[in-house]
């Protein structure tokens, strides 16, 4: 597999209006349960999509497949307690990022998130 690096400015902007979007969740949207618990989710595989993007041309649907799978490992962890497991417990930042309790709900958030990413990778190729 031949990975070549490229940057699209379109899709790093997108990325980074995500990544403002998720700062407000978290901050200033953080006591609206819905936004942060669901939406937060939905909004988190599309800033690694628009991110991936920005730098690699991957195959847009193998690329949100990979995403979702790798959402779910991450969720996955969270049962295990696998931040804790590897001493990171005392980390805010990583325990933000590894997540902490396993959430069926947070695997279909991700999935509609990939969802909403299939369509609109649909429509643009259309």
Known sequence: ??????FDYKNFLIAVLIFLIE???ATKLKDIFFIRAFLGNVFV???MYYFIKAFFDFNSKKLIVGIFIFSCLIEFAQYF????FMGLKENRV??????????????????????VLFLISKIKLE
């Open 81 to 84: 307690h696998f931040a804790e």
């Open 45 to 47: 595989v599309m800033l």
């Open 23 to 25: 700062i407000l969740i």
């Open 94 to 115: 990583m325990m933000i990022v590894l997540g902490n309790s396993f959430s069926w709900l947070d695997i279909l958030c991700y999935f509609a998130g990939c969802v």
């Open 1 to 6: 597999m031949n990975l070549q690096l490229k």
